[in-house]
């Protein structure tokens, strides 16, 4: 901002950003060893060629801890005063994962705790983390977005088994000015749950704990209608980009960079068609990761940065999932230095 300009609305940053994921890789080859699927299906239906699966005991503390420490790092190791972890696979059902990250990090003595929007996690993870800071609560807040799917995918269902990998990505919050680089906002979030049967895990909640029974029907695991939750993301995505859009007094063309929820190749393409943004505008790294819930955006956001965005380009957040809910957000790119 130079002199002269006018100094805009306090608001929340980005600071830092880093992302973890398992060194062990899935291929579709591996799973089509145990599964009624092929290499050739998974692709051309939602173009997944591989996916990376956390080993037995790794637990969304240990993805989230790495791609909390390396975003701390890209920042220089600030104080922070808030751990908000996004994710609906945590370590256990009680207590929140959060305070251990913290523990874990070095950060102990502040406010930590969980947020569970499924796949719109980091982006409703921004939202509240970014609300900490803009407000006082906090000075500094790390957002994580991380998710062992595999750990609540039946293995045995080839309708979600193929889909999903496991990961974790962070960004390190503090305060600026709007317009600054990192300047996050404004927001577009949402939720329906009259389709929350769409995808959900029915046992092991409040409603129907976990029992022998519960476990010898598969219930402990994720459900879903793929069609329609399908359905629901492209629509809802487009729907989402286009009223936040118009509230910020944007068209897409003002817009470089679109970064959604990384679900389905296609359903990438179905909403940057809609929107009308150029593919060459468009982040897509379902390819390597699968769907990783929470870190499926900040792992997209780190690709961005490897290809050398530059700092205040606009990009487009979107993403949506169990709930169902849904965000779009608005970024300004920070200056992160070299990827
Ligand atoms: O993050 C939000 C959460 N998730 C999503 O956004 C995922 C949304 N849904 C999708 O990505 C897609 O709907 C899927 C990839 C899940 C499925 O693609 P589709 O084009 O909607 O396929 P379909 O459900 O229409 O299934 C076509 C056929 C079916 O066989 P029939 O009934 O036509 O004989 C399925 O049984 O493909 C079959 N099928 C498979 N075949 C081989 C389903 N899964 C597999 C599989 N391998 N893994």
Known sequence: MGAGDPVGRMTAVIQ??????????????????????????????????????????????????????????????????????????????????????????????????????????????????????????????????????????????????????????????????????????????????????LLHIPAGGSRRPADEDTVAERDHFLRMDGKEVYRQAVAGMVVSCARLLAAAGLDIDDVDHLVAHQANARILAAVGDRLGLAEQRRVCNVDRYGNTTAASIPLALADLHRQGVRPGARILLTAFGAGLSWGSVLVRWPDLGRP
């Open 16 to 197: 830092g950003l880093g992302t973890s994921v398992p060194a062990q890789v899935v291929t579709n080859d591996d799973l089509a060893r145990t599964l009624d699927t092929s290499d050739a299906w998974i692709r051309s239906r939602t173009g997944i060629v591989q996916r990376h699966v956390a080993e037995p005991g790794v637990a969304t503390s240990d993805l989230a801890v790495e791609a909390g420490a390396a975003a701390l790092k890209s920042a220089d190791n600030p104080e922070v005063d808030a751990v908000v972890l996004a994710t609906m696979t945590p370590d256990r059902p009680c207590p929140a994962t959060a305070p251990t990250v913290a523990t874990r990090l070095g950060l102990a003595s502040g406010m930590a705790f969980d947020v569970n929007a499924a796949c719109s996690g980091f982006v409703y993870g921004l939202a509240v983390a970014g609300g900490l800071v803009s407000s006082g609560v906090a000075e500094r807040a790390l957002l994580v977005g991380a998710d062992v799917m595999t750990r609540v995918v039946d293995p045995a269902d080839r309708n979600t088994a193929v889909l999903f990998g496991d990961g974790a990505g962070a960004v390190v919050i503090g305060r600026g000015n709007e317009g600054d680089d990192g300047a996050i906002g404004p927001f577009d979030l949402g939720g329906n749950g009259e389709l929350g049967d």
